[in-house]
């Protein structure tokens, strides 16, 4: 009993998931971006050890890939900017400063000296002192008064050549009391008594000061300069870090840090800072699909297949890591996109890989060369015209790559001819052209089954179908050989056509081709299948005429699924007639009723629907004109002209066009098209006498103009 309750619960969320397209998204989703992050929280964190310093090494560690040891470098741009000494500004008003204060003095002691009252000397000069700040007591200063002017002169003279010696060499803030010291040394050499020695000593005390001025702004530019020169020290990959058994320094734990391969309590955040990053990512890509790609949302299966697409690139991009950083195949996920999607999504793509290629390697020239590499694949499969357009892609990628890879080593002026810059090099550029071979490779193999597994066409469908060894081609061909050529040449309108109004030439071309295929059924009942049999026609009625004649897109359409056509050629099988009118039978239906028989026209008319796409609206005209100046005698230009003109505007007066996207201007140049091809094909041949014919005969055959 519970088992059968558990049983219709799980049926009943079953349907219920099935039905509901949100709840679709929301776990497509919620897959992807679980798969999205543990691919990228594995790539970012590597296997990590968790080593202690002092204490042995429990394993042998190699870098899995090249950086930059940070610590060493450092180290020695630490030791390059403590060799830059320090930078003083000399100052030179210091020495003429002292010297004129020095003479002031010995002048204030004259003039004290010359005064009548020895009282009135002794208060002037106690004023300057104090003014002047020299440490000189009233007995030195009345001592200094009673010398002879002979020993002062020689006092100052002294103390001249004192401070010129001593500020001349250079004071720094920090040496001024030596320069003091040596300054007082040699003072009292020449002047060892009492009232010149401590006079020489005050007046030094304040005249020698720095000269020498820090200038803090110029030695730092300096030591910043001196540690700019040092070059990163490069931890290259495979390099041996710590032996097993070895004791474990804090330079090894640096250079583990740097490789990040030590575990730290950071871990957490840096798992959290990339769950924010992807959930900002995921949002502005939702945004992007509500706004300008609404199918991929309103169809969960699109989604699954974008994402299986992204989820493939990262695991390759993975992968190509750990050989280089250069080595991210995002193109093979672009060239999926583009042909799978469009062209606006794989730009948009190429934006998140490059994204994704940050966070992977966390270098941003590999990032460069994942961007232009991804704008080259773009351009390589925009429009595919041959299946190897997808190859050439991958040589487009190629070129791109290395020739960024070289810019970029230019760029950052790192060219040395040296055995590890070459090997760097080349291994870069390699690696660059690899990318893009791989890149061709891997799209080139995943896309028959991403194409089947989730039922998409795509332009290499398209040029698969169009392929003449195709069965139903080859059928049509030895079963209804005019309806075969008859298909080319409508292939052929409605490609040039296409081409002219910016719609699908290659899904008008091969739906050209597969048009007609219900003819297969009953080839022989087709005019153009006819030759020089008589007309089965002739002997059934009208009404039966039409139902054989109608019948052929009922059994093109099944024909098309049996054979897994696209549904985009089985719409244009079932829409190239739409809702026209079967003239011919029609009129012979009409022939001799009286008004009680009268037809009805809409019995005479095909099913439809109407042509819906611009794609179906051209095969539907090309198939009209084609047949009308195929049926012409003698056509010349202004018939072929006049017949195209007429086919085309009887279609839009007959409402068959309504459905379509095509604009009236549109349908004038598809008119002006088909005019020039079909006058082309249908033009005017000399017509040679039987005498000229038979003796060109054997060379000229069929020659035409």
Request: hydrophobic residues 45%; glycine residues 6%; aromatic residues 10%.
């Amino acid at each position: 009993m519970e088992l059968t309750e558990k049983l219709k619960k799980y049926l009943a969320f079953k349907s219920s998931f099935l039905n509901n397209r949100k709840l679709q998204l929301g776990f497509v989703v919620l897959v992807l971006f679980a798969m999205v992050y543990t691919i990228l929280a594995i790539t970012i964190t590597p296997n990590r050890v968790a080593l202690e310093e002092g204490k042995p090494s429990p394993q042998t560690i190699y870098a899995p890939k090249e950086t930059i040891d940070w610590y060493t470098t450092n180290l020695l741009r630490d030791d390059a900017a403590k060799s830059i000494p320090e930078t003083y500004d000399f100052d030179p008003e210091i020495l003429p400063q002292a010297e004129e204060r020095l003479e002031n003095f010995f002048a204030a002691v004259a003039a004290a000296r010359a005064e009548e009252d020895a009282e009135a000397g002794i208060e002037k000069l106690k004023d300057y002192v104090a003014s002047e700040e020299f440490a000189l007591d009233s007995e030195l200063q009345v001592a200094l008064l009673d010398e002879k002017n002979e020993d002062l002169t020689k006092l100052k003279e002294t103390l001249q050549i004192i401070l010129q010696n001593t500020l001349e060499q250079g004071i720094k803030a920090t040496g001024v009391e030596n320069a003091r010291r040596q300054a007082l040394a040699e003072l009292e050499r020449w002047h060892p008594e009492a009232p010149f020695y401590s006079t020489g000593e005050a007046i030094l005390e304040v005249l020698i000061k720095p000269n020498l001025i820090y200038n803090a702004s110029v030695t730092t530019r300096a030591r910043e300069e001196a540690r700019q020169s040092v070059e990163p020290v490069r931890i290259m990959k495979g390099a041996l870090i710590v032996s097993e058994g070895q004791q474990v320094t804090s330079i090894h734990i640096a250079q583990l840090e740097a490789l990040g391969l030590q575990r730290t309590s950071t871990d957490y955040v840096t798992f959290s800072g990339l769950f924010i990053v992807l959930l900002v990512l995921f949002l502005l890509i939702g945004i992007y699909f509500y706004l300008y790609d609404k199918e991929v949302l309103e169809k969960p299966s699109y989604l699954l297949l974008y994402g299986l697409i992204v989820i493939f690139t990262l695991l390759f991009s993975a992968a190509g890591n750990m050989f280089s950083g250069y080595f991210l195949p995002v193109a093979a996920g672009i060239i999926l996109i583009t042909i799978l999607f469009n062209v606006s999504l794989a730009l948009v793509s190429g934006i998140v890989f490059g994204i994704f290629a940050v966070l992977m390697t966390g270098g941003v020239r590999f990032v460069i060369v994942s961007l232009l590499g991804g704008l080259a694949a773009v351009y390589g499969v925009h429009k595919v015209n041959r299946r190897d357009d997808v190859a050439k892609a991958g040589l487009y990628v190629a070129c791109i790559n290395a020739a960024a890879i070289v810019g970029i080593f230019l760029f950052t002026g790192s060219v040395k001819l040296e055995y590890d810059f070459i090997r760097e090099f080349a291994i870069g550029v390699m690696a660059g052209i690899g990318n893009g071979l791989f890149s061709s490779v891997v799209a080139i193999g995943m896309l028959p089954f991403l194409e089947s597994g989730f039922g998409l066409t795509t332009s290499i469908t398209f040029l698969e179908l169009a392929n003449p060894n195709q069965k139903l081609l080859k059928r049509l061909l030895r079963e209804a050989p005019g309806t075969y050529h008859h298909s080319i040449i409508v292939a052929n309108l409605a490609e040039a056509a296409a081409e002219a109004v910016n719609a699908d030439p290659l899904l008008a071309r091969v739906g050209a081709y597969y048009h007609d295929i219900g003819k297969l059924r009953r080839p022989y009942f087709f005019s153009e299948n006819q030759l020089a049999q008589n007309n089965p026609h002739e002997k059934i009625s009208a009404n039966l005429s039409k139902l054989i004649i109608t019948s052929h897109i009922k059994d093109g359409v099944e024909l098309g699924r049996k054979e897994k056509l696209p549904q985009s050629i089985l719409d244009i099988i079932q829409q190239h007639h739409g809702t026209s009118l079967v003239s011919y039978f029609y009129v012979r239906a009409t022939e001799g009723c009286t008004e009680r028989d009268k037809v009805e026209e809409s019995s005479f008319r095909y099913e439809g629907p109407k042509p819906r796409s611009k794609e179906a609206a051209i095969v539907h005209l090309a198939d009209a004109v084609e047949a009308s100046v195929r049926s012409m005698v003698k056509p010349s230009p202004s018939k072929v002209d006049g017949m195209v003109k007429k086919i085309i505007k009887d279609r839009l007066n007959d409402g068959q066009l309504d459905e379509s996207d095509l604009t009236l201007r549109e349908v004038d140049v598809i008119t002006a098209t088909f005019i020039h091809i079909l006058s082309g094909i249908f033009h005017t041949r000399i017509e040679y006498p039987e005498k000229d014919f038979k003796e060109m005969a054997g060379g000229l055959n069929g020659a035409s103009y």
